[in-house]
Every structure is written in C-alpha cells, then in structure tokens.
C-alpha cells in the first residue's frame, strides 16, 4: 500500500532533516528549500499530496506567499497546511489562519507533538471529505425524489400546453449553464453553487400557471387574438399567486426564488414586458435567466403555431433583439459559450448537471465559509427535504421513504394528511395507524416483495385499497427498494409513491365483470366458472365438492315453434329459477347453449340438496313446459380436480338421457363401462359440454 505524501517546505536543511526523521518511516516525504520550489511542486503534484508543512520566513518567497498561491489555484481546499515556524506573532498567526492553514507547530520540534498534529491533521481532512461525499451523495438522493416532482409538474403543464416534454428539462439546464458562465464573468449577482441549484430547480415551475388557461387558447394553431394573449399573459401572475397562496413552506428561500420565477420570466431589460414593466436588474435574475433559456428552448423547438428554428437562427434573434431585450451580460454569456450550450443540450443529461452541481457545492462545503462541515450537512440536507416535501405538496402526490435501521417509514406532508397518519411512524410494522388504513395484511405483503427484490431488480408495484376519510379507494404502491453497496448487498429500505387509481380500478373491474359473464343470463361464463371452481379447490382442498352439469330437454321445440326470442326468454327463466335454488357462495354458469353448470360445497346429505334444486328447475313458461336433465359428480368420489369432476358429472349426465331424459343421476363406477359401449358417434351427438 502506497504512502501518504507530505511536501515540507523550509529554507533551512536542518529543520527538514529533523521532520524528515520524525516522519519518514511512516510517509513519504519531498522537500522544497523556499516558496517558490514549493509552488512548482504543487502545480505538479498537488492531486498526490496530502500535507504540506509550511516554514514562514523564506528567501524569494515567503509562506505567506504560498498560502495566496494556493488560495488563488485552489489547491488550499484539497491540500490541509500545518505552519512549521519559531515566528509566533499574533498578526503572523491570526494572517495564517486566514490564508487556510489548518494548525500550527513550533520549533524546536517535540517528535511526539509533530506526529500527533500531522495524524490529526490527516485524519480531519480525510473524515470531512468523506462527509462531503456522503453529502453529495445524500443530497444526490433526494434530489432525485424532487425531480420526480419536477417530472410530475412537467407533465401537469405540458399536457395540457401541447409542448414538448423536455421543455422543461432544457430549460433547467440551460439555466444552470448561463448561471454558472455568469458567475466566472461578473461577481455582481454573486450566486453560490447552492443559488444557483435552486435557481435551476425552481424554473420548473415557471409555466405553472398555464394550467389556469383554456386548452383552446393554450394549443391555437395559429397567431393569438389581442384578447386571447391578454388571457395568455395572465398565467404568470396566476403561477405566482397559486405559489402565494401555498398553505406550506411560506418563508422558504425555494419558494421566492419560484415566486420571482413565475411572475417575473416575462419582465425585459427595456422595461417592456409584462406583468408589471420591471426593467434591467429591477428584474430578480432568477427571472432574468429563465427568460432567456425559456425564450430559447421555445424559438429551438417545434410548437403547434411554428416549426422549430435551427440553434444559429435562435441565438442570432435573440442576440439581434427579436425576442425582446435582455441583460447585456446574459446575452454574452449565451453568445460567447452557444457552441457550448448546443453540445450540452445534446449531450448532457440532468444528471449530469446535477452531478457537476453537486460537485461544486461540495467544494463550497469544504472550504468553509465560516461553517462548520457538520452544519453545512445539516443545511444541505434540511433544503433538500425542504424542497422533495414543496414539490410533493404542489404535485399533489402521497410519498413515502422506509429504512430498516432504524424502522422507520416517512411520509410526504400532503400524503401523511390525505391518509391520516403521522409524518414519521417509527416501527410501521406495529403501528395501529398505519395498519388501519393499508389492512392488516396489506404492509406485510409489501414489506415481503421488497425485501424479495435484488440489487438489479428493484422495484415492486402492487395494487391495493386503502382505507381513509371514511372511504375505501384502491391505489398502486410503486416503491424501489434500497440495497447498500456492500460484497454481499442487504435490503436498506424503500423508496415509493402511491397513485389512486380507485376510478380506474372500478372501470378495470367493471370490464373484467362483464367479460366473466354470459350476456343474457347474467351467469358466468363456462371460462369464468373453471377459474373459480380451480381457485376455490385449491384454497379450500379439505371441502367436499360436488359439480352438476344439466341441460333442457327438448329446449329445440321451443325455438322451432315460438321463435328464438322465446327461447331467450325460457333461458332466462331457468338462470332465474337456478340463482333462487342456491346459495350465493355457490358457483353457477351458463356454459353454452341450453346448457348449465352448478359447483357447490356440501356439509350433509346432498343428494337432498340436488333433488330440491331439480325440482324448482322443472315449471312451466307460459305454455311451455320446462323439464332438465341432469348429472352430479362428487369430489370425494372421483378426485379432487375440475377435469375429473366435469367428466365424471358428463358422464352421470348421458347415463341419465339414455334413462329416458327429465331425471338426474349421481356418476359411480358403472357409468364409465356404459360410457365406454357407446359408439363414439353417438357420445359426440349427446355429450354436452367438451
């Protein structure tokens, strides 16, 4: 394993021989005798270092002349400084402390100290970049549960608008990149990485009060009346005012950059657009740059009134000033760097944005600032919570997150209110609440799919009804369980979404229902019937089973002489008379033709239980008289499955017509040799329902 490597820079050969001896058996040490030197090492070496040991008083250049070079190339944040120095001036040590070092050796030298302020030193700066990439990656998470959000809002605005559906996706890059080739042009705004993270977050919101307008004037195919466009101005302060109006979050940063966003995207730098004629930096430049990037991404891609216009001819209307004006140094940026934001359009993903954003706000993190790194991850991950529960409660979505350890499930503020339950539930698998509205068994099942899944195959989806309001509605858990990176991956948690999809679960029921049953009778269909007899067997196989198959004799008579509309009528009559004769946990079926079916579980004396319902099958229809033939299987007799049953029951069914017809019969061993003397024309002829 390769040595960590400390740079000690010191005019005098003896100091670095001592701290080279201090040192040199457990790092590797590299030696410059001034500033200079020290420099040109770590413009090359500087990804490879992991200390520098800085003496004060140097010729050519001095350590405070290291410390301004290494502020000025970066290479403080990534590179800790221990001051090594007889010089204990407090405004030399107060100066150093300012310029980024990290801590502060005297001489003459204590072996012991040296060591323990070099490990120290090494220990802190490994931890704390740890901690960033633990923030990066926490915040990295949540950002994706916001940009489902942003997925969900994007879809609500551009389904109705008729536009693209990576309008809103471009637009949030494009402002992400103007931003940032902003801040490395002008320090005016002076925008953080976090700013403009936000920034770019909260433009996905700059249409949203489109949704207040009329899909008519929203998706015209032609140039807008007056009237019209004035109806299509109002939705930027119809957006801000729904943001206005938000019972939560009022007061978060988030939510006025939004605001800003959405009343102002239509604002110009000549004070000529609306909705209230702001000019130049009256302007909040949140706005000023989501105009731009919205103006860009419209003129670049194809709308119902308009073909799409090539990436040249945008930039050079709007630099001509065709699309209004704009910020002087906006228009530099997106002029200077065009080739730049096409490539990125084309190439880059918002994944990739995030990742560079991301990056940078961990740099921010490690430099300080005047915060510790543990508050910056408190402020870190408090915005992006703040910002998943805003997007949440605007889209109108029940979220949810679960971990293991600790067991715990959170739910989305506006999810946790619409069901009832608590934000946090700590132990859902105890928890009274939770169970009330998902079931009893309902969590259980989910908590069993998601720990069934695998690091490659995640998600589970699963329909089920919940039970709040005083209602019961059926909705659709989607979840993606949570594997850790370890050799051997172990279930985390969760995180889910629920959808109600209660209408279109009755619709889906209400097909399902009518294709399960035969039209005219309103019985099962012979399908239908198979599948719940198997399903019945097989959930309850100690029951004693009986199926009997009967048809109408002489049902051709009826058609030949009354007609066929009377012959429906005699159908209905036997449904009828079949639905009184049984019990409704019974399963009866029409299986084609004048032919039934009946399955039901028996406790006592069936053949009773046969005779009666062969006995209100027989009447009279007006003047024709109704008679049945029938055949009875028994389960405990022939086997417990549906196709011994049914040809054992068919069986009884062509013993009993070969008795003379109007009768029924129970099949028994006999039955299969009379089956079996019968010319297989003649079974074909009488057999009923193969």
């Given at each position: ?10 005019d005098s050969e003896m100091n670095r021989s001592i701290l080279d001896d201090m040192l040199g058996e457990d790092y590797d040490i590299i030696e410059a005798e001034d500033g200079l030197e020290a420099v040109n090492v770590l413009r090359k070496q500087a ?73 120290n030193t090494l220990l802190l700066y490994a931890k704390q970049k740890r901690l960033i990439s633990m923030v990066e990656q926490q915040v990295y998470e949540n950002e994706k549960r916001s940009d489902l959000m942003i997925d969900v809002l994007s879809h ?467 003047n024709f008289q109704i008679a049945v033939t029938m055949g009875v299987a028994l389960g405990e007799d022939v086997g417990l499955s549906y196709e011994t049953l049914f040809h054992a029951a068919d069986a009884a069914l062509y013993a009993a017509k070969r ?32």
């Amino acid at each position: 394993m390769s040595k960590e490597k400390i740079l000690i820079v010191d005019d005098s050969e003896m100091n670095r021989s001592i701290l080279d001896d201090m040192l040199g058996e457990d790092y590797d040490i590299i030696e410059a005798e001034d500033g200079l030197e020290a420099v040109n090492v770590l413009r090359k070496q500087a990804s490879d270092l992991s200390l520098v040991l800085l003496d004060i008083v140097m010729p050519r250049m001095d350590g405070f002349g290291v410390l301004e070079a290494m502020n000025q190339n970066g290479w403080i944040d990534a590179v800790p400084v221990v001051m090594v120095s007889s010089e204990n001036a407090p405004a030399q040590v107060e100066r150093a402390y300012e310029l980024g070092v990290t801590d502060f050796i005297m001489r003459p030298f204590d072996a012991l100290i040296v060591r323990r302020r070099v490990v120290n030193t090494l220990l802190l700066y490994a931890k704390q970049k740890r901690l960033i990439s633990m923030v990066e990656q926490q915040v990295y998470e949540n950002e994706k549960r916001s940009d489902l959000m942003i997925d969900v809002l994007s879809h609500i605005v551009e389904f109705r608008n008729g536009e693209s559906g990576m309008h809103i996706l471009h637009v949030r890059i494009l402002t992400d990149l103007l931003l940032g080739y902003l801040t490395h042009k002008t320090d005016r705004y002076k925008l953080s990485m976090r700013d403009i993270s936000m920034i770019s977050t909260a433009s996905a919101l700059h249409d949203i009060g489109k949704i207040a307008i009329d899909e008519k004037i929203l998706n015209k195919p032609g140039r807008l009346t007056k009237e019209e466009f004035e109806i299509m101005k109002t939705h930027s302060t119809v957006g801000a005012k729904m943001l206005e109006n938000l019972p939560v979050h009022q007061g978060e940063q988030l939510l006025k950059i939004a605001y800003e966003i959405c009343r102002w995207h239509h604002e110009r730098w000549d004070g000529r657009g609306y909705p209230d004629g702001l000019k130049e930096d009256e302007i909040p430049i949140s706005a000023q740059v989501v105009a731009l990037a919205d103006v860009y991404d419209a003129l670049t891609s194809e709308r119902v009134y308009k073909p799409p216009f090539t990436h040249e001819q945008a930039v050079g209307m709007i630099a001509r000033g065709e699309c209004g004006a704009f910020n002087p140094l906006l228009l530099e940026c997106l002029t200077e760097n065009a080739e730049k934001l096409r490539t990125a359009l084309e190439t880059d993903s918002v994944e990739e944005v995030k990742r560079r954003k991301l990056r940078g706000i961990s740099e921010e993190t490690l430099r300080g600032e005047g915060r510790s790194a543990s508050e910056r991850t408190l402020q870190l991950l408090d915005r992006e919570r703040m910002r998943n529960n805003f997007f949440t409660t605007m889209a109108e979505t029940i979220q949810f997150e679960y971990t293991v350890s600790p067991p715990m499930l959170t739910v989305s503020s506006w999810g946790a209110k619409r069901l009832g339950l608590d934000e946090i539930i700590m132990n859902p698998n105890q928890d009274s609440k939770l169970r009330g509205v998902m079931g009893e068994s309902t969590w259980e099942r989910l908590s069993k799919r998601l720990r069934s899944t695998s690091p490659e195959r995640p998600e589970v989806r699963m329909d089920c009804p919940l039970h709040y309001g005083g209602t019961v509605r059926w909705h659709r858990i989607i979840t993606r369980a949570l594997w850790s990176d370890d050799p051997k991956p172990k279930f985390d948690g969760a995180l889910g979404t629920v959808v109600d999809i209660h209408d279109a679960h009755l619709k889906m029921q209400e097909l399902e229902q009518k294709a399960a049953r035969d039209q005219l009778t309103g019985l099962l269909n012979r399908a239908s019937a198979r599948e719940q007899i198997e399903l019945r067997m097989h959930d309850q196989p100690n029951a004693n089973y009986a199926l009997a198959i009967f048809d109408l004799d002489y049902f051709k008579l009826a058609n030949d002489t009354f007609g066929h509309q009377f012959g429906d009528q005699v159908l209905q009559w036997v449904a009828k008379s079949l639905c009184r004769s049984v019990r409704g946990t019974d399963i009866s079926c029409r299986a084609g033709g004048d032919e039934f079916m009946l399955f039901l579980e028996y406790n006592t004396d069936i053949e009773k239980t046969i005779d009666r319902v062969f006995r209100n099958l027989c009447g009279k229809y007006e003047n024709f008289q109704i008679a049945v033939t029938m055949g009875v299987a028994l389960g405990e007799d022939v086997g417990l499955s549906y196709e011994t049953l049914f040809h054992a029951a068919d069986a009884a069914l062509y013993a009993a017509k070969r008795a003379g017809r109007g009768r029924y019969r129970f099949y028994d061993d006999s039955l299969q040799t009379l089956l079996d003397s019968v010319p297989h024309a003649e079974q074909e002829e009488t057999a009923t329902i193969h």
